[in-house]
Each structure stands twice: as structure tokens, then as C-alpha cells.
């Protein structure tokens, strides 16, 4: 292939990289926020059935106390019994027994599906845990491919950016206008391979006679439609 095209092709292969790298450099942080912000989200819903858990449990000591406030209640009733003086107090103090017995018994019927709740939320809070560990680890993984990708995005940028300036240095002057010109109009693509008569960059089709000449000829070329300067590419050849 002629020389200042291969220099062309080399200095768009260089003018993309920067674009891409460009580009990436705004994208990667916003990445990495969207991976945050997620995983907090994630974090956040899987940690329902811990709450309730919690919840549940603090019900249940508050029902435990009930009971011993009551149970030391009822002790003190019988240590009353031992003292009354006349029957209607026996009689009352009896009453206040059974009533106490009879809420005690409630009370620990809801202790035990307290406790039936507990059971089977722990099983959850368990999984959830283990899922969140497991999702923690990789939340990690994609966290730090991340920061070494923004990491390397700054000494990549720098040496196609050397890369850069050495050819352009190469490239002779008005050839070198011409693609700048080319390239600022188009997307920063001013040199554009084509295959099968078609134009990579526009899409377009080329003329029969000028992708003859295209294949044989030394000079530079334009697509008619988009003016990229193009360059014939063979890709069953390449791939
Ligand atoms: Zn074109």
C-alpha cells in the first residue's frame, strides 16, 4: 500500500483511540456510580427479612418481660393469700390468680408463633445472607476492573498520543490538512476503508470505475458521497 496512506490509516487508528479513551474516561465513573448505586439498592431490598427479623424478636422480649412482670405479680398474690383476714378477700385474691394464669396462657401462645416466625425467618435472613456475600464479593470483582481500567485510561492516552505526533510528523503537510479537514466534518473519521464496492464509513456504494482504480492506483481517493479519503481493504483476505 502507498506510504503516507499507511501513515493516514495509522494516525486515524491513533485519532479514535484518543476519542475512545476520552470518552471512556467520562464513562467509567458514571459506571462505577450506576455499580454502586445498584448494589445499594440490592443491599438495601435484601435486607427486609432481617428487619423483620429484628422486629419480631423485639416483640418477643417484650412479651417475655410481660410474663415475668405477671408470673412475680401472681407470687406475691399467693403470699397475699396466706394473710387474708375474711373470705370476699380470699375470693378476690383467688380471682386475680386465675385472671393472671389466663393471660399468662395467651401470652404464650403468641411467645410460640413468635417464635414459629422466628424459625423460618432465620432460614431467610440466613440465604439472604449468604446471597448478599456472594453478591458483595462480586460487586468487589467488577469494582476494581473498573478502577484499573480508569486507572490505565491516563498512560494509554499518553502513548497514542506519542504515537500520534510522531506520524503526524511524518504525514506531508497538505495531506495531513486535507485529513484534518476530512476528519473534523466527519465524526472524527477522515480515512475509511471499503469493501465489496462499499464505503465503511457512509455506507455508500462506489462507483465500478473508481474501486477498479481504488485497488490498482497510488493515489489517494475520496468517496464521492461522504469524502473520506478510503482505502481499498480486502477483508476475506484479513479475517
Ligand atoms: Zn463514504
Not at 422480649?61 to 401472681?74: H, P, W
Not at 403470699?79 to 380470699?90: D, G, I, M, S, T
Request: aromatic share 6%; glycine share 4%.
Amino acid at each position: 500500500m502507498k506510504g503516507n496512506l499507511l501513515l493516514l490509516i495509522g494516525l486515524q487508528e491513533c485519532d479514535s483511540q484518543l476519542v475512545m479513551l476520552l470518552s471512556r474516561k467520562k464513562n467509567l465513573p458514571e459506571q462505577m456510580d450506576r455499580l454502586n448505586q445498584d448494589f445499594l439498592a440490592f443491599k438495601n431490598g435484601i435486607e427486609q427479612n432481617k428487619i423483620k427479623y429484628d422486629e419480631i424478636k423485639s416483640r418477643h422480649n417484650a412479651k417475655e418481660k410481660e410474663i415475668k412482670k405477671i408470673n412475680e405479680s401472681m407470687a406475691k398474690a399467693k403470699e397475699r393469700l396466706l394473710e387474708v383476714k375474711n373470705n370476699k378477700e380470699y375470693q378476690a385474691i383467688l380471682k386475680e390468680i386465675e385472671v393472671a394464669e389466663s393471660s399468662c396462657g395467651d401470652i404464650e401462645t403468641e411467645i410460640i408463633s413468635l417464635l414459629e416466625e422466628l424459625d423460618k425467618l432465620s432460614v431467610l435472613v440466613k440465604k439472604d445472607e449468604d446471597t448478599l456475600n456472594q453478591q458483595n464479593k462480586e460487586h468487589e470483582e467488577e469494582k476494581k476492573k473498573i478502577e484499573t481500567d480508569i486507572n490505565a485510561i491516563d498512560s494509554d492516552f499518553v502513548n497514542w498520543e506519542k504515537q500520534r505526533d510522531e506520524l503526524r510528523k511524518k504525514v506531508p503537510g497538505d495531506i495531513l490538512a486535507k485529513y484534518e479537514k476530512i476528519k473534523n466534518r466527519n465524526n472524527g473519521i477522515g480515512v475509511i476503508s471499503v469493501w465489496k464496492a462499499v464505503c465503511n464509513g457512509c455506507h455508500m456504494n462506489i462507483p465500478p470505475q473508481l474501486y477498479n482504480e481504488l485497488q490498482r492506483s497510488a493515489e489517494l481517493f475520496s468517496c464521492p458521497n461522504c469524502n473520506r479519503i478510503i482505502y481499498f481493504e480486502n477483508r476475506e483476505k484479513s479475517a
